[in-house]
């Protein structure tokens, strides 16, 4: 059973910055593909990023590419979300998931078997 724990959220403004992490439980992590999605309140879940498994390829939403930037690093079984520019469309909860069995899209959320608790994410005009 894989634990994802993330942290980072808050309130901030238009145009500023946020890091999101999260940390796994699972001793297999760098194996694991990872992705961020969110729920904003009456709206489906939706892709924002993803970073598969070696060699750590990234993936973004077009609403989100070329302000937010996600990484990982396998020695701490940690994926971060950095959030530049944020706007008031951004604000949503912001859920870590992780994609252990190495199959399907990573846009998809379908092909995640773990979800973390999430964490909201404010960002007034």
């Known amino acids: 059973q894989e634990q994802l724990v993330e942290s980072g959220g808050g309130l901030v403004h238009d145009g500023g910055s946020l890091r999101l992490s999260c940390t796994a439980s699972?001793?297999?992590?760098?194996?694991?593909?990872m992705g961020w999605f969110r729920q904003a309140p009456g709206k489906e879940r939706e892709f924002v990023a993803s970073?598969?498994?070696?060699?750590?390829?990234?993936y973004y939403a077009d609403s989100v590419k070329g302000r937010f930037t996600m990484s990982r690093d396998n020695a701490k079984n940690t994926v971060w979300l950095q959030m530049n520019n944020l706007k008031p469309e951004d604000t949503a909860i912001y859920f870590c998931?992780?994609?252990?069995?190495?199959?399907?899209?990573?846009?998809?959320?379908?092909?995640?078997?773990?979800w973390g608790q999430g964490t909201q994410v404010t960002v007034s005009s």
């Open positions: 699972g001793r297999t992590f760098s194996t694991y593909g």
């Open positions: 970073i598969s498994w070696t060699p750590g390829t990234t």
């Open positions: 998931a992780a994609n252990t069995r190495r199959w399907g899209s990573l846009i998809l959320k379908e092909a995640y078997d773990y």
